[in-house]
Every structure is written in C-alpha cells, then in structure tokens.
C-alpha cells in the first residue's frame, strides 16, 4: 500500500513538473532555448578547461622541461585558445543567468493572473471551505518557491546535468578502466540521494502545508484581534499558535535535515572517490596498463572534481524543487477548482416601450430593465419587463447534504412590496437571501423571478437586478467615491453625491479633510462601523437596482444614526422589491409582509397588525416575551 501511495506522489510531481514547465515554454520558448544553448556552452566551456590539463601538460609543458631554448609559442597559443573557451563560458553564464531572472518573473506572473483570474469564477462555497490565510499563502509563499525554482533550481538542475554528461564522457576518453569506479561512484551517490531525497521531500511537502496553516491562524487573529482582547482569549490564542507553529517546526526542521544532510554526504563520497582515483590511477600508471600519464591523471582527477560538483547542486537545489512542487500542486488545485456553473440564457438589457406598447431592446440606459428570454424551439425572442416579483415554491435546501435548512419553503415578494424575516440565528434567513442570489442552488422546489425560474437566467444578469446591505460591510482601499462607484462603474460623480445625500453619507462625508476623496485603507479603519454602513448602503443606492436585500443593514448603527439612516432607507426602497433580515423589530414594522422562521420552516406570515392581533411568536418577541437567540 506504501508502495503505491510513493508511486502515485512521484507521478503527481512528473505531472506537476511537466505543467509549470509548460508556463515557461509556452511564453517563453525562444529565451529557454536560448537558455539551454547558453547552458550548454558554459558546461563545455567548464569541462573544456579541466580536459585541457591533460594538453598543456603532456604536449607542451612536459616537452619543454629540460629545453635550453623552449619554444613557448604553441603553449601562448594553447592558453589564449582556452582563455576564449573559458570568457565564452563566463559570457553564456551570465547570459543565461540573466534570462532566467526575466523568465522567472514572467511566469509568475502569469501565474499570479491565472490564479487571480480564476478565482473570480469561483462560487462563494470554495471561500466558505477555505480562509482567507490560506488562499493568501498561495499568493505569497508558494509562488515565491516558484520564483527560487525557476530562477535558480532549474538553471542549474541543466547546468548540473549537461556537465555531469560532458564531463562522463571526456572521462571515458581519457580512460575506460579508471570510469569503471565512476560508474561505480555514480550509482553510490543516486542511491543516496535518492533515499534521503525522498525523505526530505515528505517533509518539505508538510511543511507547506504547515506554512499556510500558520498563514491562515495569524491572518485570522489579526482581523479579530479586538475580540481577543475582549473575551481574554490570548492565552488560548497562544497555545493554538504554539500548536500550529510546533508542527511547522517538526515538519520544517526534518525536512532541512535530510536536506542539508545531502549536500556533506555527496561531498564525501566525493572526496572518497578522489582518493580511490588517485591510487588505483597511481596503481596503473606504474603499471604501464591503460596508458595512463601525468596528464591524464591531472585531468581525471579534476574531473572527479568536477564530477561530484553537479551533484552537489542537484543536492542543494533539491530542496527549493521539492519545495516549489509542492507549492506549485497546490497553486494548480486552485487553477483546477471547478468555476461556478452557469446554465442561464436569460438575459438583463435596456429597454423601452414602442408606441403599441411593446418592450423593445435598446442599447442606452433608460432606466427600463427586461428579460432577454431566446426559445430555442422556434428562434424566437421575448421580453418581460424586470419588476422584482420574486417567488419561492416548494424549495428544499442545505449548505450539505446530511444537514437541510429550509424545508419545502414557499413565499412571494410583490413589484414593489417590503418583504421581513424573522427569526432566531440559524432559522434560515440568510440562507434564502443567498439562493435569491444563487450564491447556492437549491436542491428541490423552484425560485421564480417576474416568472422566470432562476436557473435560467444568467448569475451575472441576476446579480446585477439585486442590489445588497450585508451586516459585515466591506471597504476596499481607495477614496469614498471609489468605493461608492463599486455600486455602478459608470456612476457620475453626480449620481454618488445623490446616492451618498439618499443614504445620510452625504452630511459626514463633507466633514472629512478631502471629502469625497479621502482615501480609505484596512477596510476603511478611518471610519466608525456606522460610518461604513452609510457608504455601504451608499453604494447600493447608486446601483439603482429593482430588487434590494438589507442582511442586517442597520445592526452596527446607533439608535440616533439608525433614524436618520431609516429615512434614506425607505427613500431608497420605494417602488423595489425590498427583503429586510432584522433584529430590531421597530425597523419592520412597516413591512408588507413579515415572515417568521423556526428551523427552517415558515411558522407565521403577515403584516404587523395581523401578526400582533395573532399573538404568535412575532408578538412574543415584539413585546419581549421572547428573544431572539
């Protein structure tokens, strides 16, 4: 069973290595070759200088020994032919060691872009599995392994193997008996590296792994660092730490031991592999067997020298290759997510109404929505005007299969009407205002919007007709009106200011030092919760949409500021089909219709004075009977 679980890793790594070296052939076809030429060379150009002791020893400084007139002009000539040999080499070395630095940068960033890229397809539930540190880690740890593989790792994981390959062979030419150790050596130090390759492997792969899990805890820590303090859970926050930490360390120091233990084992196979050469060379020589002279003994052991040199590098670059695989497997599970599907051919798009009174498409804005419904049957095209009638039937829904949420749900929201849920934390009301966004598809029953069963009609259309308030709200890095702007690109510094004035932003907003172009950063940290909860409602508002969800949209507001925001919110909910999730009840009760849930399930639905006159659960919890858990 071992047996095959190391198979299919090293096939995972074949197939790994082969895909990243696809992002750099693929971009960079013509600088790897050239790469590869520049290698080639420089391994020549090494292996040439110790070949040609044997030259300068045996053709011309041997000769000259004794000489009353050496000749000096065929061993000037030897030394400036294998000077030309030696700066060729220095020119290819830096050549392709410049070239590697630029292919390196380029494939990560074209790797950044394809994760990144990808990622926007994502559906929201891989987030839900993944935090935010790990997904992070990704960006930062694993692609940096990246960058020390290809610009370092394989330049001379080449140069290691073509000198091994030049260097074999000048060997075998100078003489076949004493090669036969080499080959002997050869296999000593495969084996070797081999065992203890594949140990450190095992742990440079945990340790990754590690990594992002420590990545992820900090990341986590740091955003809730105010809760920490206030629930007194540093000391737990501690000893979840040390947990995590303690197994990067095990991981991460086995893996640097079997690794920095390769680079000292080779080498002394090395040195123990020169010392065999010398005295079963000396052996021969005096001998007289394989024509061995001082010469050849010169260049072979240089070249046992240069023979243990290559495998060194392979020694200590294999560390960043395991490294950088393993980084890279996981980069390439995020690339290999399955995006989110979208079946939909509905479409959202501009409209008007001709002269009979029938909607037309048109290309400009004319604050007129309709449904783009193509039949397939016949080829043609109908148009339903976009009011916001959004019904459930029947639906049937859970996060997992083993767990359902909502059971057989059913309810309607009218053009135009407020629609409240409440009820206790898990009852399910976040859960519909996600399947209204298909955040999640349901698995039984139907969603219809202005008659339209959802399914059909495309995410990115369905999501630009809603317009949401999360209770979490979320600032990106740029100034106020960049981040009202996020509502609608296109907005006119006109349509913010109408928008920030709808909202209640407006009066705040012009008290900052830069107004509008104060520039927010830590997810606007500069600003109170109730100040961020305006721009966010702010943003909505400039997205005009026809259908509205508020999760909680006031609960970080003060009473004072919630009056006041409350103004703008029933401004901006007229005429749109609004669905209110709320604790403070006072902020429903001119909804059209509330709904009350329990585990799932609608228990009570009507408007306030039905619901009171009831004396239900809504009216427990209205006078305080009951809380909300």
Request: glycine letters at 8%; hydrophobic letters at 40%.
């Amino acid at each position: 069973m071992n047996k095959k679980k190391k198979i299919r890793m090293t096939q995972n790594d074949i197939k790994t290595a082969k895909r990243l070296l696809k992002y750099v052939t693929e971009k960079y076809k013509l600088q790897f070759i050239l790469v590869f030429i520049c290698i080639l060379i420089s391994a020549v150009a090494t292996t040439a200088v110790s070949l040609s002791l044997r030259y300068l020893l045996d053709d011309f400084i041997l000769p000259l020994i004794g000489q009353k007139q050496p000749d000096f002009a065929g061993l000037y000539k030897a030394l400036a032919v294998l000077g030309c040999i030696f700066f060729a080499g220095v020119v290819a070395t830096f050549i392709y060691t410049r070239m590697m630095v630029y292919i390196g940068q380029g494939v990560l960033k074209r790797v950044r872009d394809d994760m990144f890229e990808h990622m926007q397809t994502l559906p929201i539930r891989y987030f839900d599995q993944n935090t935010n540190g790990s997904v992070m880690s990704l960006y930062t740890n694993d692609t940096d392994t990246l960058r020390q593989m290809i610009s370092q790792a394989i330049p001379q994981a080449l140069m290691a193997l073509f000198t091994i390959v030049v260097t074999f062979i000048s060997m075998l030419v100078l003489s076949p008996l004493l090669t036969i150790l080499a080959v002997l050596i050869i296999f000593v130090m495969m084996t070797v590296t081999g065992k203890i390759g594949g140990k450190s492997g095992k742990y440079f792969v945990r340790q990754q792994m590690s990594l992002a899990d420590v990545t992820g805890f900090v990341e986590e820590r740091m955003n809730g660092q105010r809760v920490v303090k206030v629930f007194n859970h540093e000391k737990k926050s501690e000893e979840e730490f040390d947990r995590l930490n303690e197994a990067l360390f095990e991981s991460a120091a086995q893996a640097n031991k079997y690794g920095n233990m390769m680079g000292p084992v080779i080498g002394n196979i090395g040195n123990l592999q020169f010392v065999l050469t010398a005295v079963l060379g000396g052996v021969l020589s005096v001998a007289g067997v394989g024509g061995i002279t001082l010469g050849v003994m010169a260049s072979y052991l240089q070249f046992t020298k240069s023979f243990t040199q290559p495998f060194m590098q392979v020694a200590q670059q294999f560390n960043s290759i395991v490294m950088a695989l393993a980084g890279a497997e996981r980069i390439f599970n995020l690339i290999d997510e399955k995006p989110e599907e979208d079946e939909g051919y509905v479409t959202l798009v501009n409209a008007r109404k001709d002269e009979n009174g029938s909607i037309v498409e048109c290309k400009e804005r004319t604050g007129m929505w309709a449904w783009k419904h193509p039949h397939s049957a016949d080829g043609s095209v109908s148009y339903t005007e976009l009011k916001g009638d959004v019904r459930f039937e029947d639906v049937t829904f859970g996060y997992n299969e083993d767990k359902t949420i909502l059971h057989d749900i059913s309810l309607y929201a009218k053009p135009g009407q407020k629609l409240a849920f409440v009820g206790s934390t898990g009852a399910g009301k976040t859960t519909i205002t996600n399947l209204i966004n298909r955040f999640y598809d349901i698995q039984e029953g139907k969603i219809r919007y202005d008659g339209i069963n959802i399914t059909k009609i495309k995410k990115d259309d369905l999501r630009h007709s809603l317009g949401i308030v999360l209770q979490d709200t979320h600032l990106f890095t740029g100034t106020i009106r960049d981040n009202i702007r996020y509502g609608k690109l296109d907005a006119t510094d006109e349509e913010i200011y109408a928008a920030a004035k709808l909202a209640h932003a407006d009066q705040f907003i012009k008290m900052l030092p830069k107004g509008y172009d104060t520039m927010l950063s830590g997810d606007g940290e500069e600003l109170s919760q109730g100040q961020r909860q305006l721009l966010s409602i702010a943003r909505a508002a400039v997205a005009d949409p026809p259908v509205l969800i508020l999760d909680e949209a006031t609960s970080s507001i003060d009473t004072r500021t919630e009056s006041i925001v409350q103004k703008g919110m029933d401004n901006l909910m007229k005429g749109r089909t609004v669905f209110v999730i709320a604790h403070r009840l006072s902020t429903i009760r001119n909804s059209d219709a509330i709904i009350v849930l329990e585990h799932g399930k609608i228990i009570e639905r009507g408007d306030h004075k039905d619901l009171i006159r009831q004396k239900g659960t809504y009216y427990q919890l209205y006078t305080g009977k009951l809380e909300l858990s």
